[in-house]
């Protein structure tokens, strides 16, 4: 079955400095979805991408959709206290739910 | 954006009883609802998709006799747990996908954490 595969399972950055995840589905995807989930709290829509080598940014975030519909990656530039959190990838075909990956959690110190 | 919400928000149970969850779409007409299970640090597991009035579609190794799951209308789908055990301790979250607008996107409620003694 679809399997979406997320790395680094764990990132530890000073605040200022630049953070990276990576998704690889291995499968070709129709659309690839970011979600922030806080401790405690329920996963946040970030973003969709559908076509192929979108880039999108949001502010100090940077979204990436592979050539090849299968591979994602989300930058942070700068980060900050507040980006915090596990980031999540999720990845569907055509009309199916979402498969997620493991998540990043991203901690940040001042 | 749209707003899915979930009750109760935690649950305590002994082993041996069941428990329902419920998962409402408040500002929009979902015609599938999505059930997931997260455990401590781990990721969202899709356990099972549900399309209203029609049954729910199960992802393989979990049971549906024991997570039952009722489409029943455009806003509302239940999760039942019967017969819990503390295995089943976790958070369980719906997420809901709308019949128009933004697609594939999926709306998550607040989740529901379940634990039984």
């Known amino acids: 079955g679809q399997q979406v595969m997320q790395i680094p399972q764990y990132q530890h950055v000073q605040e200022g400095e630049d953070f990276t995840t990576y998704c690889n589905s291995s499968?070709?995807?129709?659309?690839i979805q970011w979600y922030k989930q806080r401790p405690g709290g329920h996963p946040v829509f970030l973003i969709q991408?559908?076509?192929?080598?979108e880039v999108k940014k949001q502010k100090r975030l940077t979204f990436q959709f592979g050539e090849a519909k299968k591979n994602s990656s989300l930058h942070i530039t700068a980060t900050q206290t507040t980006d915090v959190g596990t980031y999540f990838c999720?990845?569907?075909?055509?009309?199916?739910?979402?498969?997620f990956g493991k998540g990043t959690t991203l901690s940040v110190s001042s | 954006g749209a707003v899915v919400s979930q009750h109760p928000s935690w649950v305590i149970c002994k082993s041996g009883t069941s428990v329902k969850i419920e998962c409402r779409s408040l500002?929009?007409?979902?015609?599938?609802m999505f059930w997931y299970r997260q455990f401590p640090k781990q990721s969202l597991m899709l356990m099972a998709t549900?399309?209203?009035?029609?049954?729910?579609?199960?992802e393989q190794g979990v049971e549906k006799d024991k997570f039952l799951i009722n489409h029943a209308s455009l806003t509302l789908s239940t999760l039942t747990v019967t017969s819990a055990h503390p295995e089943d301790s976790s958070f369980y979250i719906c997420?809901?996908?709308?019949?128009?607008?933004?697609?594939?996107?999926?709306?998550f409620g607040p989740g529901t954490r379940l634990t039984v003694l």
């Open positions: 997420s809901a996908r709308g019949t128009s607008g933004s697609g594939n996107e999926q709306f």
């Open positions: 499968t070709t995807l129709s659309n």
């Open positions: 991408l559908v076509k192929s080598g």
């Open positions: 999720a990845g569907a075909q055509a009309g199916t739910a979402l498969i």
């Open positions: 500002d929009f007409q979902a015609t599938t």
């Open positions: 549900s399309n209203e009035g029609s049954k729910a579609t199960y």
